[in-house]
């Protein structure tokens, strides 16, 4: 049989069950939801790029979903918020016709810091975007889902929930810990609607999340961990939500984390 790149082209995208999809990604405006958002829109996914801050960021994600022939809308909301974030999934529904995909992956760190000098403020913004935007959106996401009797919820969670983080990350870790845990609840209360509730956990990802809360020394230090000598990319964590989101490759599955670390975390 002929090398792939021969039957397909190098760099092609084969058609997958994704084609004719909708799908809603939370925190999508850079990094991993952005790679995510194009890679779908590329597959024929009908894409609503959310955002809260970067506007710009956001459309230009959907020019280029837009200009590769995709059809993508973007929409902004502090989801954190619990009325936003079940706006924002009741608007994507009524723009994209119906709710096929949502993902979770809007989170942040909020700086580092030991538990021990964590401020009341600091506590709250973690656990309101990484612990409530993941909530809400899925509350309101299991009912039209379970109406429907089909759907897939992916979440973002992180390795730093099976390690608890390191450096200050130790907040930010165990709210991971908590969508790794309501990945597993929302899988078993929702399985018997036709609904899959599935996550994946990212080691550490050269993205903006990591220019903002880590210094070189850090990545350094975190590259000598992984086996493959590198800090992963958005690129690299692609193929684990477009498994998790197509029927035709994961119909099977649910309630699943799936890590991609470069096998930093062998679990």
Do not use: W
């Amino acid at each position: 049989m002929p090398p792939c790149d021969q039957l397909f082209g190098k760099g092609a995208i084969v058609e997958t069950g994704l084609k004719g999809k909708t799908c809603v990604i939370f925190g999508a405006s850079s990094g991993i939801g952005a790679a995510v958002a194009r890679r779908f829109g590329a597959l024929g996914v009908s894409v609503l790029v959310h955002y809260n801050a970067n506007g710009a960021g956001a459309e230009a994600v959907v020019a280029a979903i837009r200009d590769a022939g995709g059809t993508a809308d973007s929409i902004g909301g502090d989801i954190a918020d619990p009325a936003i974030a079940s706006h924002i999934v009741d608007e994507a529904q009524r723009r994209l016709g119906r709710l096929d995909i949502v993902i979770n992956n809007a989170g942040t760190m909020f700086g580092r810091t030991p538990i021990a000098d964590a401020t009341d403020e600091q506590y709250r913004n973690v656990i309101d975007l990484n612990v409530g935007g993941v909530f809400f959106a899925s509350r309101r996401a299991a009912k039209i889902m379970s109406e429907q009797k089909s759907g897939t919820i992916i979440n973002t969670t992180s390795i730093a929930a099976r390690t608890g983080g390191g450096d200050g990350a130790g907040l930010y870790g165990s709210a991971k810990a908590f969508v790794s845990t309501i990945t597993r609840v929302l899988a078993k209360e929702l399985a018997p609607h036709g609904v899959r509730v599935n996550a994946v956990a990212p080691g550490v990802i050269a993205t903006n999340f990591h220019e903002v809360n880590s210094t070189p020394a850090q990545l350094a230090a975190a590259v000598k961990g992984i086996p493959m000598g590198r800090l992963g990319t958005p690129e690299d964590c692609i193929g684990a939500y477009q498994f998790l989101a197509d029927d035709t490759l994961s119909g099977y599955i649910t309630g699943q984390v799936i890590e991609v670390n470069g096998g930093q975390l062998m679990p």
